[in-house]
């Protein structure tokens, strides 16, 4: 984890140091110290946005009804009353606040100590704000969240002058089943409290929260196969029973897959389903029956990388009987990322290099490429791994190159980093 103060540091002595570091790397002077990798990427981050430090404009505020209809989506509000429960009594204790985002950085819960919540007032820490870098600049919610993991920023860390009374600890909170951001967990208070254990509770109870979420996705399965049960036991061809979004319940007379991309709009009928072929969809409560037909080595025409939203990576595939899209956890973007650009294909101990450094790990790489493979039937071929010759592949990056997977520390990613600055390699968004 990201804890903001170095071992045996000096807190008020080390906030001067920032100061100066901050006052030096915007004038153009020596810095006295090097910020923290993190940190460092973050400014580098800020400048391409012209965010001005001294003047920064109030973050962007979502409507009343707007901030609504984002809490209701949020599936983190299902977990809610276990957040609130572990920490706002810790916060309003110690004179801080707690703030639950969703994956865009905006705040929909807002709680704690009646001080802080006058602070954040002042600076716009407030329901319906958005605090992505973008907004407000490095701060620990929009870099925790480019990042994707746990994060302390301290004092003049913070690229906004007007920030650097504060410290925040973050950390995101993903969807168990697949690894999508959902959002994140802050707590944030005055300059002298900063803790290194702060970061570390705030990212036990988002941990708590991913382990809550995990539960209820096992609940509902449960209850889809028990509602199923009748239904599949006078079945004497393959089927299996999903829920909306695709998570397997129960198969018969067939290997089960995890997870079954649904088209969008799902409707009953004949579709064809990757890793399936021709299907038949039949609505069930809460979920689908699907039986598989004949099956079809047809494969979808178009795969679409989506990168334009750092930590939200998606993968879309298109037929003709419909298109399909799946989040995609930070690992199995970063390899059909490098798949994409190596049309020729990579194999296991070329992957492993790619993604971890070294060619001791492509057991690693086989198992979640596997994983890939049956949720995407036809589009990855193995042996070298590629996408499939009939497949046209698109990737949509982010305009700066700073911005592709900025979370992902793989080596084959970093290169990767530094070329689509020169080169055209990939589509653009907004194009």
């Known amino acids: 984890m990201d804890t903001a103060l170095p071992s045996g540091a000096n807190a008020r002595e080390h906030a001067v140091l920032l100061r100066r570091v901050h006052d030096a790397l915007l004038t153009g002077r020596p810095q006295p ?151 994140a967990i802050d707590v944030t208070g005055p300059v002298s409290t900063v803790h290194p254990t702060t970061l570390a509770l705030v990212n036990a109870v988002a941990q708590l929260a991913e382990a809550h979420l995990q539960g209820l996705h096992h609940a509902h399965l449960e209850r889809l196969r028990s509602v199923a049960a009748p239904l599949l ?17 129960a198969a018969v007379h067939m290997e089960p897959v995890r997870r079954v991309l649904l088209p969008k709009n799902c409707e009953s009928g004949n579709v064809w389903l990757p890793a399936l072929g021709e299907c038949a969809l039949e609505p069930l409560p809460g979920g689908w029956l699907i039986r598989p037909g004949p099956e079809d080595r047809a494969v979808p025409s178009t795969v679409t990388l989506d990168l334009t939203r750092p930590g939200s990576a998606t993968v879309s595939v298109a037929g003709d009987s419909g298109a399909w899209s799946q989040r995609l956890s930070p690992r199995h973007t970063e390899l059909l990322l490098l798949l994409a650009v190596h049309r020729d294909g990579r194999s296991g101990t070329q992957l492993s290099h790619d993604v971890f450094g070294s060619d001791q790990h492509v057991v690693t790489v086989r198992a979640e490429l596997s994983r890939v493979r049956r949720n995407l039937g036809g589009v990855i071929e193995s042996r070298p791994y590629r996408f499939s010759d009939d497949v046209r592949v698109r990737v949509l990056s982010p305009e700066s190159p700073l911005d592709l997977l900025p979370g992902s520390s793989a080596p084959g990613v970093r290169e990767l980093r530094r070329r689509v600055s020169s080169e055209d390699l990939f589509d653009r968004s907004g194009r």
């Open 33 to 183: 110290a090097p910020l923290r990798p993190v940190i460092e990427d973050s400014w580098g981050r800020m400048r391409q946005f012209g965010i001005d430090p001294d003047s920064a404009p109030p973050p962007r505020m979502a409507r009343l009804d707007e901030l609504q209809r984002y809490r209701d989506a949020s599936p983190i509000s299902e977990v809610l009353p276990l957040i609130r429960r572990s920490l706002v009594s810790v916060a309003d204790e110690a004179e801080h606040i707690m703030l639950v985002t969703d994956a865009s950085g905006q705040v929909l819960w807002r709680e704690g100590s009646r001080r802080m919540r006058a602070v954040g007032d002042r600076v716009g820490l407030v329901e319906g704000a958005y605090w992505n870098e973008g907004s407000v600049g490095t701060n620990a919610i929009g870099t925790a969240l480019v990042v994707g993991r746990p994060l302390q920023v301290y004092s003049a860390e913070h690229y906004v002058r007007s920030l650097h009374a504060l410290t925040c600890a973050c950390a995101p909170v993903h969807d168990p089943r697949d690894g999508r951001l959902l959002g």
């Open 233 to 249: 036991a006078g079945l004497s061809r393959p089927a299996l029973v999903v829920d909306d979004a695709g998570w397997t319940a």
